[in-house]
């Protein structure tokens, strides 16, 4: 079974500094990774995925994420934060193999909190 | 084009009772997935359809079910409501369900659950 540990509840970052979301994953296979947006009272919006390629994937908004491998990891970055930027954050993870289907697991979410 | 619809956005129903949500999947996609979302579970799979099968189930109880129709439109159920069923509700469309699918899930808005 697979698995995303988001281990951060809460990340404060002032605006205009650099911004890290930190996700690792435990899967059988190759991972495909995700992360997505949530804003109050809103669905979830993607921000990125990694199917294969470049370890280094850069998706909406000025956000990117790096996988790693070796460390299981998938972390989201963004050079420079804005106060709007502030929202929840998931990192979820499917397994390309037909009985999971397009099931994804998420992580518990991180809470961004950008201020001025 | 028009995203994923769910509707309504919001109920409050009392427990015993039964409610029906809808969602509308974007057009042209024939997968439609559903998760539930609590401040204590986080997300959490419940199923998927795909051309009016169900094609994953994650771990919940019998009382949630759902259905697709022929138009990709699903339902889901949830019967005999206990106070924690009170949740966000999100449906999910994809374009396909497994095999060369690498594609993202697009989620609607949610419809939020309030039980008494």
């Known amino acids: 079974a697979q698995s995303v540990a988001q281990p951060e509840d809460q990340v404060n970052v002032a605006e205009g500094n650099p911004l890290t979301v930190k996700c690792t994953y435990s899967v059988s296979g190759n991972p495909y990774l995700f992360w997505y947006v949530q804003y109050p009272n809103r669905g979830l919006q993607f921000l990125l995925k990694y199917i294969t390629g470049d370890n280094l994937v850069k998706g909406s908004y000025g956000f990117e994420a790096e996988f790693n491998k070796s460390q299981t990891s998938f972390h989201l970055k963004k050079p420079s934060a804005l106060v709007s930027d502030s929202a929840l954050y998931f990192c979820a993870v499917r397994v390309l193999i037909k009985a999971a289907g397009n099931k994804l697991t998420f992580g518990g979410g991180t809470r961004v909190l950008v201020k001025p | 084009k028009a995203g994923v619809t769910q509707t309504p956005r919001y109920l409050i129903k009392t427990r015993g009772q039964q409610v029906t949500l809808s969602c509308s999947p974007i057009s042209g996609h024939r997968s439609v997935s559903w998760y539930q979302q609590t401040p204590g579970q986080g997300l959490q799979f419940l199923f998927e359809y795909f051309s009016e099968t169900q094609r994953n189930k994650g771990n919940f109880p019998g009382r949630f079910s759902g259905r697709q129709f022929s138009n990709s439109r699903s339902e889901m159920n949830v019967s005999t409501l206990e106070l924690g069923d009170s949740a966000l509700y999100l449906c999910?469309?994809?374009?396909?369900?497994?095999?060369?699918?690498?594609?993202?899930?697009?989620f609607g808005e949610g419809s939020r659950l309030t039980v008494l």
């Open positions: 999910a469309s994809s374009l396909a369900v497994s095999g060369a699918n690498t594609g993202e899930l697009f």
